[in-house]
């Protein structure tokens, strides 16, 4: 069954929410989206990215599985907000990824290879940033 990408982004908030939760944080849904899905208790905004995997063919001798985020809007008004953390949940694998904005600059996208990448590391399930 194919689900469309509202359906998408609206399990992933509450997704998102539900491991806020039992993680001790009482998360609020900003119901006017601008850019802010989430605001913790501590005045922390957070957007909230979800993806389904995939095969990406690096080359015919590299395909790789991963995950897709997309940030449209990113360089027009996401990086403007006030939004401290992005949030990137990879369905499939259950990996939350915690990034700060400042580390993500003005891209327009991030690929997440299913192999352990160094860089990504300090992401993975990394809940005590939002402290």
Known sequence: MEINKMTLGAAGELRVMSELMLKGFNPAKSYLDGGID???????KIQVKTARKFLKPLNRQQPQYGYTFTFQDWK????????????????EDNIFLI???LELKAVGLIFIPLRNETYLRKYINNWDVLN
Do not use: Q, T
Request: some cysteine.
């Open 38 to 44: 989430l605001i913790l208790e501590n005045g922390k």
């Open 76 to 91: 027009n008004k996401a990086h403007k907000l006030n939004v401290d953390f992005i949030i990137c949940w990879c369905i």
């Open 99 to 101: 990034i700060p904005k």
